[in-house]
């Protein structure tokens, strides 16, 4: 006998919101997602949420605070493997967070993006091209941003675009990122 999902209320996979709570995402907002995704999958309701500024700002736009988040755009054309692609994330925030505390004008964004969570998001880039791409469409929104360049020791050729980081006020990043799909 095969077994039925576990519906809520509001005809929601009630399997579906544990995934997305863990990526950081609101209970009552990961069950929104859900819902405006048709309770296909905890991916596409991630997708809808971080994509699409589901994650409403309207509370602290009234307050003149605004949501900030991190991005990682990840070279999928490049050969890495999981823990790899772990390293170079890591260089990638690391590297990006540095900037920023050099920065006096950043110091306000680090300490709203922290107050809210601090919120990370890893998505797929579809190539070296496609980072440059973006990357200069970051500096030209004037997002700080950090492109890891690797060193070559292992997996990847030196110099290989590996990693781009954004920050900046949510919007703003979607402007970017917005269509990137996230790394599973």
Known sequence: MESQPLVSEFGVDET???????????EAEARRALALTGGRSAEAAAQLYFSSGLDSQEEDDAQGSYYFKMVFVVNMELSMGTGKIA??????AIGLFQLMQEKSTHKDMISQ??????????????????LLELH?????????TYLVQDAGRTQVP????????????????NQVTGKLKLLN
């Open 136 to 144: 200069a469409l970051a500096l030209s929104l004037e997002l700080p």
């Open 158 to 173: 030196s110099g290989s675009h590996t990693v781009l980081a954004i920050m900046g006020e949510e919007e703003m990043v």
């Open 113 to 130: 993006w922290e107050e809210h969570g601090a919120k990370k998001v890893v998505l797929q880039g579809s190539s070296a091209d496609q």
């Open 16 to 26: 579906l919101v544990a995934p997305l709570v863990e990526l950081g995402i609101p």
């Open 87 to 92: 390293a170079q994330v890591g260089h990638a």
